[in-house]
């Protein structure tokens, strides 16, 4: 009646629902739910995305307890100060030089203000003996 009295016709055409499929980050968030629901196998209690391990396991908690099982193999290895440029290794004799005897670059970072703390060498390596790894073999 409103129309008919204002002379304007006004459409009131409702587009039909139309899916729209979902954007991309979408898309993944529904694979990701549908992989938290399937299960491993026909009648598995773990889905794909479930942690598959028994509570009772014997994996260590951290990495600080793996790298301590493993050291018990005897493959350790051994942190070897060396000069800024390459010169020489702070090693057995020359372990508790201060400068290095070809370039006298300092061994030790200077650390104003910080008396009485751990000494930090401008450089280290880490060496892997050969003769343990050998015997493993
Ligand atoms: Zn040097």
Not at 4 to 33: I, Y
Not at 75 to 100: F, H, P, R, W
């Amino acid at each position: 009646m409103i129309d008919d009295a204002a002379g304007v016709e006004f459409s009131h055409q409702v587009e039909p629902n139309v899916e729209e499929s979902p954007n991309m980050g979408a898309s993944r968030f529904f694979k990701m739910l549908n992989s938290a629901q399937n299960p491993l196998w026909h009648r598995c209690e773990y889905s794909e995305l479930s942690e598959t391990s028994s509570p009772d396991n014997k994996i260590p908690l951290d990495y600080y307890r793996a790298k301590k099982l493993v050291s018990g193999l005897g493959l350790t290895s051994q942190k070897i100060n060396c000069c800024v440029n390459g010169c020489m290794l702070y090693y057995k004799a020359d372990k508790e030089m201060t400068e290095c005897k070809f370039c006298k670059e300092p061994h030790y970072k200077k650390r104003v203000g910080k008396k009485g703390k751990k000494k930090i060498p401008h450089k280290t390596m880490h060496y892997l003996p050969l003769i343990p790894r050998l015997q493993r073999l």
